[in-house]
Structure formats: structure tokens, C-alpha cells
């Protein structure tokens, strides 16, 4: 199913008057916005939530000046009322060599069951499958889709469309950074520090080793590392001259009060000796002498290093969880 420009009539499966047309660049973005913060009481979205909140129209432009040809991977379904919701496609090539092509659509809470999910769902399967044909990668395509788990609607539609759950992120919350606990005592000859532009590539490395194992783990290369540094708080381990674990934190550009642990990395070989808990509480420190009153992170809940009860012991709570869906590309 093709996106419908707006003239003609409806696609397929579409109820009269509703038609799925191409994103038009930044004229859309406040009506983007005002459909995630439209469906967020029904969906259960954490307005804060660092994962999936309720995106400005400004941050919807960022993600959407990132796309690969935003017109032809995103479209808006309208209604005469106005846009009443929207679909994305990006993609990325996974460690293990799959290429996951995500989908992910939200629609207004009184447009659904009338068979516009369903539809944004169409368009986007086949507008992968064109792409999958066209950059060669039938062998190791899979679509992908995501909803959070207090998203029933959507989950029903993915379920019934033969999506099936491969895995799922849990978002973490520190409710008042005043009240961090205290690290315990570091072996001899480790230290813990703020992390130079000498050490940006040791850092990268460290994070990127500590996913060797992981599976559904997208690729990262230095590059893209360096476009999104922000090093005010970033913080590691060194055992003599060698970086054994980092903590790269931040604070949230449009919510200053709000930190975000973005990663925390220990080498395998460094790992049980308390230096992921003095390089997290570091970097906490830092974000509360920078302004942040409250910390975020997500991790993942079958992580095989327990990161889950880590984080627990350190004061974080759960908010939140985001699932991920998969089926295979069929033509």
C-alpha cells in the first residue's frame, strides 16, 4: 500500500475520508506533536520518560531531520478534522550482521478501530520491503516494531499482524539525586575521573566491548559517538593506565532538572569489584551539581549482568517498559 498524496481517494482498507499522504517537512511537526500528546493518557506515556515521551515539535524535527528521506519513509494520515496520526520507518544493521527495519506509528485515541493502524501498518511493511530490494538485504532483513507495554491497542494490532516479542527495556528512575547512597571503598590503584577528549576513544571502546555478547545490539561506530559527546559528566574507571569502566551522563537540554545515564560500561574483567557502582555514583554527583534533581535509565531486563538489581540497589525504580517486536520479511 502506497501513501495517498491527499487529492484522490482513500487507500484501501481506509474508511471514506481518511488518507495516508507523504510528510511535508515542518509544517507537520506541531501536528505530530499534538498526536503523541493526544494519545498519551490512554497509551500510559511518562511524559518524562527519556525512551518515549511526548516529543516537542522541535524534538520531533530532529529525529525526523535524521531520517533517510523523511517524504518517502514517514507519512501523516489525515482526516477533514486535521492529521490524526503518523508512521516512520528507519533502519540500521545489528552486530550479528541482521538488518532491522523499525516501524513505529502512533494514531489518536478516537481515530482507532476503524482500520488506520492497520493501514499505517501496511504502508510501512511494504515501503520496507522496497527497501529491503533495494539495498540487497533479503537474506538478513527482519521488520521490527516497538511498543510500550502499556500501549494495548498497538500491542493487539502487531500480535495480530504475527509480530512476536523478542525483547524488552525497562526505564529506571533515582527520584531525588540529594539522596545518593555512599560508594564503597575502590581496590588499590584504581581511580575514578572525568573523562578528557584524549580518552573519547577509550570510552567508545568500553562501551562497545561490553556488548560483544549482547544480542539485538545496534552497531555504533566512533563517529556517531563523537557527533552526540557531551562529556560535562562523563565519568570512568582506570585501573593504572587502563580505562576499566565509564558512566556517560548527562543533563537533558530541554528539562535541566533531569539527568539521563546514557551508558555504563565495565570490562568483563573488571567486573565484581564495586567500580560500576563508584563510576554510576560519580557521575550522579556530577549531574546534581549541574542542576538535575532526578536521574533516568533504561536497560535491558534479560541483561545477563543482573544491571536491573544493580540499579535497584543504588535507589532506581522502574517507570516504565518497552518491548520490542519482530517477524520476518516475507515478499
Known amino acids: 500500500m502506497g501513501a495517498n498524496n491527499g487529492g484522490g481517494p482513500a487507500p484501501a482498507g481506509l ?16 501536528a505530530m ?18 525512551v518515549e515521551g511526548a516529543p516537542t515539535a522541535a524534538e520531533i524535527g530532529e529525529v525526523c531531520d535524521e531520517l533517510d528521506d523523511p517524504s ?16 516512520t520507518v528507519r533502519w540500521w544493521r545489528e552486530r550479528d550482521g541482521t538488518w532491522l527495519y523499525l516501524h513505529r506509528g502512533h494514531l489518536l485515541p478516537e481515530h482507532r478501530g476503524r482500520g488506520i493502524g492497520s493501514a499505517m501498518l501496511d504502508w510501512a511493511e511494504n515501503r520496507i520491503r ?16 516497538n511498543a510500550m507495554a502499556t500501549e494495548e491497542d498497538a500491542t493487539s494490532l502487531l500480535l495480530d ?4 516479542r523478542v525483547f524488552s527495556l525497562v526505564e529506571l528512575e533515582l527520584t531525588d539525586l540529594r539522596l545518593l547512597p555512599l ?20 570510552a567508545w571502546r568500553t562501551v562497545v566491548d561490553s556488548y560483544a555478547d549482547a544480542a539485538f545490539t545496534e552497531e555504533w561506530t566512533f563517529d556517531r559517538f563523537l557527533a552526540t559527546a ?20 548527562s543533563v537533558r537540554p530541554r528539562d535541566r532538572a533531569l539527568g539521563e545515564v546514557e551508558e555504563l560500561s565495565v570490562r568483563a574483567e573488571s567486573r565484581r569489584l564495586g567500580l ?22 533504561y536497560t535491558g531486563t534479560d541483561n545477563p549482568h543482573r544491571s536491573y538489581d544493580f540499579y535497584g540497589g543504588v535507589g532506581f525504580r522502574r517507570r516504565n517498559e518497552y518491548v520490542r517486536y519482530r517477524k520476518p520479511v516475507h515478499f
Open 130 to 145: 522496497r527497501l529491503v530490494q533495494q539495498h540487497g538485504t533479503a537474506q538478513t532483513a527482519v521488520f521490527g516494531a
Open 161 to 164: 499482524a504475527g509480530y512476536r
Open 15 to 30: 474508511p471514506s475520508g481518511y488518507v495516508l499522504r507523504p510528510y511535508r517537512g515542518q509544517e507537520d511537526r506541531g
Open 276 to 297: 560500576g557502582r563508584a563510576v554510576l555514583l560519580d557521575g550522579l554527583r556530577c549531574l546534581r551539581e549541574h542542576g538535575a534533581r532526578t536521574a533516568r535509565l
Open 183 to 202: 560508594g564503597g571503598q575502590l581496590p588499590a590503584g584504581i581511580r575514578v575521573g572525568a573523562v578528557e577528549p584524549t580518552d573519547y576513544r577509550a
Open 72 to 87: 518517502e519513509n514517514q507519512i501523516l494520515a489525515e482526516h477533514p478534522d486535521g492529521s490524526v496520526g503518523y508512521a
Open 33 to 50: 506533536a499534538a498526536v503523541r500528546l493526544g494519545s498519551a493518557e490512554r497509551d500510559g506515556v511518562d511524559l518524562r520518560s527519556i
Open 230 to 249: 557531551d562529556p560535562t559528566c562523563w565519568r570512568a574507571v582506570w585501573d593504572g593506565e587502563d580505562m576499566a569502566a565509564v558512566a556517560l551522563c
